[in-house]
Structures are given as C-alpha cells and as structure tokens.
C-alpha cells in the first residue's frame, strides 16, 4: 500500500468547520497561582468534567493535586485544601465519566486510589481515599475508565501489565501481559470492546480487553509511535510518533489492518511528545505538542486526503499538558465545539482555550452539536465482564446540560474503611506519626466548630425563650 501525503496548503472545502477559531480566556477566566507540577512524565497532569477541575501539584514528600470548582477561576488561594494521600508523586488523574464527583489517581507509590469529592469542593486536605487498590509492582503511569461501564477502571504500571478493576468489588479481574515494555497510552473505541495501545517496544496494538488477545499488532520502525487514539466509530486509528529522523509524525490506520499506516506525514522538527485529541461529533483532531505554543486542528473524512488541515491556535506561552471539558460541559450558546484547559507551569496559570464555530445566528445550532454520549453508563461492570457491547447512550445538548439523578458511589462491602455520615472523619486508626497528628489536629477542627454550633444554637434557644415569654404576658394582658 502505497503512502499517502497530506497537503498542508489549506484548498476551500464545503465544510461548516472550514472556519473554526481559538479563543484563549481572558484573564477573569483563567486560575492563578496554582505550583504544577514538575514532573516530566508524558502525561497531562491535568483533569476536568462539567463541575470541578483537577491539577497535580508540586509537592514536598509524597503527591498531591487540587481539586478546583469549574467556576471558581481566579487567583488561587496558596493554602488551598489538597488530594494528598499517596505516599509517591502522582501520576495521573481521571474524573469517572458518570460520576461527577468520583475521581481516580495513580502514583509512583504503585497504588491507584479512587477519591469522593464533597459537594462545592474540598474544605479541608483530604488524605484517605474511598478505595486503594493494590496490585502493581512498580509505580503505575496511566489510568483509563470505561468508556460505557460504569466501575471497571483500566491501569498500566512499569511492570509492563495492564490491569482491569472491578470497583464494584475492590479488586482486580484480569490482567492484560502482551507488552514488553512501558505501555505510553491506551485508547478505547466507542463502545469499549476494543483497546489500542502505544508502546515503548515500538509496537501498536489493538486488543480485545476481556480476554487480553491481541487482534493486531504494528512494529512501527519507521514511525516510532508514542500516542494513539481512536476514532469513533470510523474504524481508524490516529497515532503521534517520531520518524527515523527525529521529525514529529501524525500516521492514520485501518484497526483491522496494522501492516501498514494508510497515511503518514511529518509535521515538524521541534523535540515535545505531540498529544492527540479527537472530537466524534465534529470529525475534529487537534494536535498540541507539550512544550509548543499552539494547537494545530483537522477534519477527518474517510476519502483523500483523509486528514484536512484546517488551522491552528497560535499562543506564545508553551504547554506542559491539556485538559478537556467533556461535551456537557461546553457553552453552547455560544457555538463552542470543544475546549482546552492549558496549563502553563512558568506562570502557575490555568488558561482555557474554546474552540468556536462563528455563526451570526443566536439560535441552537443542530448541525455542530448532534446527540452525544450523555453522562449514564450503558452497563454494569458484571454485564461488561459477562461479555456484553453497548455504544454509549446518547444525550442532547439542546437544553443545556440537564443531570439527571446523581448516582453515588458505592465502595464495596468488604472494604474496612466506613464513610461516616455529615463529613466527619473516617474510623481508620493511624498507622504512621504523620497520620497520627493530621487525624488529631483535624479532630481539633471537628470539635472547634462543633463547638461554635452548639454555643450558635445556646443563643437561638435563649432568643427563642425570650419570645415565648413575651408571647405569654401579652396573652395575660389580654
């Protein structure tokens, strides 16, 4: 099969995303002040969904990350409450994509932990996770949840295994061994029947999750591949690489056909991983490298040219990882299509970027927002495992972002940890001096303004015996 170039001279196509444009938010828009990261692990540090945002932080001993009301942007404040129970540096954070408030986290501490985010953010540092889960024996790098499943959980450690978590029950349920080296990435199609992943052995790999066999594999010697993902429905693969010649590549492939790449171009010489991410409801891929400033953007159709260059975001300040607000949580209003969360470690600075279709019309506009997964699991973890495929069940935008009943998130029976009702402490005994004083100055809290209430509600029962006896002598006097 014969390689296709791509043509980076932007030809008039009859698209209505011909014009789509970056909008960087202003000032007001943007959180301030927050210590990213320095850790140079190729991952985003950085997580997002319609209420809360999520940025690993820089820490002394240990890792940590804050959780930040979507809403709340601003300065933010130095002492802010933190996620800060793993024992390592954390590595990757993933909102569950059903539960707003859920959470998931790994670490160089080899554990993944899954974290309950009250209501309005933290209050006050949060150090005991509602689900620890051991079974790596090196440090873990990636985390991804099912894309139609509600609790199951995939993770890849530097023991070159990929595990599958039942959270239902606690605990591991399969183990995926093809890799033989460090996975870099993993990628679900639609209904999550079929997982790709990027490898540091060179190899692509398209895997039925269940069983752990591998359908295709790819030995990229020509196009060493660092990230992968699907593309909806399409039956394609998009992966970023590096050529023989340390020249940053975009590939295109058939999943059913790895021996060769349908298409690959070189897109420039600079030396930062080039992260992918692909819009189903637009056709869209962007691509930003990590240290770059702008976000180069395409449509993607099933004929040549295959990948359309549309335009690209140009910003001065370079990005060490991307967020991504989920379709739900996009201003529709005003026509945006997608939305990034840059981070910008030099400045501390979180800064939004939208993606926006101009249109001169105020009304809904059906033809860029089409029915889109929603916010409901398609199956139960026991349904996914029995061997059960659901696509994703579909949500529209057209009234804005409606809930509907939140579920809540039940850790399982056998685990020891008791969440205690009204937000007090969890009845685990501290196993370390550190545990032992943070447990004792948060009981100090606890009784300080238990304290306050009791003396708050003292001056109601005072005020309100006053005006019963008020009550009574002027019905004496009548």
Known sequence: MALTKISWRPTYRSSKFRNVYGKAGNREQCFDGIPITRNVHDNHFCAVNAKFLAIVTETAGGGSFLVIPVNKAGRIDPHQPKVCGHQGGVLDIKWNPFIDNIIASCSEDCSVRIWEIPEGGLRRNMSEAV???????????????HPTCSGILFSAGYDFKILIWNLEVGGPVKMIDCHSDVVLCMSFNTDGSLLATSCKDKHLRVIEPRSGKVLQEADCKSHRVNRVVFLGNMKRLVTTGVSRWNTRQVALWDQEDLSMPIIEEEIDGLSGLLFPFYDSDTHMLYLAGKGDGNIRYYEVGTEKPYLQYLMEFRSPAPQKGLGVMPKHGLDVAACEVFRFYKLVT?????????MIVPRRSETYQEDIYPMTAGTEPALTADEWLSGMDREPVLMSLKSGYKRPCQKAFKAPVRERKTMVMNGLLESIPPKTENELMRTFFRQQDELKRLRE????????????????NNLRNNSNKL
């Open 131 to 145: 689900l620890e889960l051991y079974g790596h024996s090196r440090r873990v790098g990636l985390i991804e949840w």
């Open 346 to 354: 030099l400045r501390g600075l979180i800064e939004p970027i939208s």
């Open 453 to 468: 209430e009791l003396v708050q509600k003292d001056v109601r029962l005072q005020q309100l015996e006053l005006e019963l």
